[in-house]
């Protein structure tokens, strides 16, 4: 039997070491109507004196009635994951090859104030492409870049039922993805987007990365832009090209540039600050790393290269956008801790 390319990129790294470490599996998807889901299970194994190691089912769903927000924390006891296959579980939440359960209360908005009901989600999803992001496989085995991260599904289509506050909503073939990164700590830094479909392209993919790779004192920028438009892959994560890739956050605004081959992409990602939630992610020493995320964001790229002269890319409130540690703006408050 062949092994799916994202059963092996999903592989969870938690039962292999002792070491201190972080790491999350999480999907995203987009509905109809302006409203978006998206789910993290997170493990952490922290350095001796900072904690227990345990295990968080993380939620975020948007709607135009208001976005509920929840992570609940689980001690180890209730963390298990398969070390031949894909299977994860912690506390009520599973996540396997193709399905994803979950349920999480304790909600509160985007501002903290609590709020009634929970969140569960019931999910399975196709196969799909996988975007590995850094330029030899065998990175992911070596000490630098200290954190990893892969898209083992870049895009995929989900189909089951999310339970909100007691409201069933129905998922038929949502557009998004699944993704999973691992390291010693939460990275210090980064900006990352998604985009399930465009504008008038359906099935294109746009996903992009930027952070900073250690090197002796200083801290090299790197940016990764990765495209599928109309069954073809633009993949940018040539080291050099990472290197000279231009990227700039003000505020909940991204703008990035860069090449692939003769293709040129560059473009921008824009949240609303009413579609905005700070999340704050606990690293393996304790210490607090903010990450602020929207899953309405709009999205903008402009190709250029391509047989058929420049073409612009664009979605309203069908993007993702992150922005983590020192690219996290200023002025979001946070809605939960894990």
């Known amino acids: 039997m062949t092994i799916p390319s994202s059963e092996t990129w999903n ?31 997170t493990l952490r194994r922290p350095v001796p004196g900072s904690g227990p190691a345990v295990g968080c089912l993380w939620a975020v769903c948007a709607r135009p009635e208001g976005t509920a927000v929840a992570c609940n924390t689980h001690p180890a006891s209730e963390v298990d994951c398969a070390r031949t296959r894909f299977w994860l579980r912690i506390g009520p939440g599973e996540l396997s090859t193709g399905r994803a359960t979950g349920r999480v209360d304790r909600l509160v908005s985007p501002d903290g104030t609590s709020i009634p009901g929970d969140i569960a989600w019931d999910l399975t999803f196709e196969t799909g492409p996988t ?89 090299v920028p790197l940016t ?32 990035f540039e860069g090449s692939v081959g003769a293709v040129r992409l560059d473009g921008e990602v824009v949240a609303r ?49 992150e922005l983590g540690g020192r690219s996290a703006p200023a002025g979001v408050p946070s809605a939960v801790r894990g």
């Open 224 to 255: 990764l832009l990765y495209l599928r438009l109309r069954g073809r892959e633009h993949n940018q994560n040539h080291p050099v090209r990472m290197a000279l890739a231009k990227s700039s956050v003000e505020g909940l605004r991204w703008r």
């Open 273 to 321: 600050p009413g579609d905005a939630v700070g999340l704050d992610y606990l690293s393996s020493d304790g210490s607090v790393v903010r990450c602020v995320n929207s899953n309405l964001a709009s999205a903008r790229v402009r190709v250029r290269g391509l047989p058929g002269g420049e073409r612009v890319l664009a979605t309203e409130h069908t993007a993702t956008l």
């Open 131 to 219: 975007l590995v992001h850094l330029p030899l496989e065998s990175l992911y085995a070596a000490p630098l870049p200290r954190n990893k991260i892969v898209s083992p599904l870049v895009s995929t289509r989900f189909h089951g039922t999310i339970r909100v506050q007691g409201t069933e909503v129905r998922v038929v073939g949502a557009p998004g993805m699944q993704g999973h990164n691992w390291g010693a700590a939460v990275s210090p830094s980064w900006a990352w987007c998604h985009v399930a479909g465009f504008d008038g392209e359906a099935d294109a993919v746009f996903e992009a990365l930027n952070s900073g790779m250690p090197m002796g004192p200083v801290e």
């Open 11 to 41: 592989r969870v790294r938690w039962a292999e070491s002792t070491n201190p470490c972080v790491e999350s599996l999480f999907l995203k998807f987009h509905l109809p109507g302006n409203a978006a889901f998206w789910a993290r299970y």
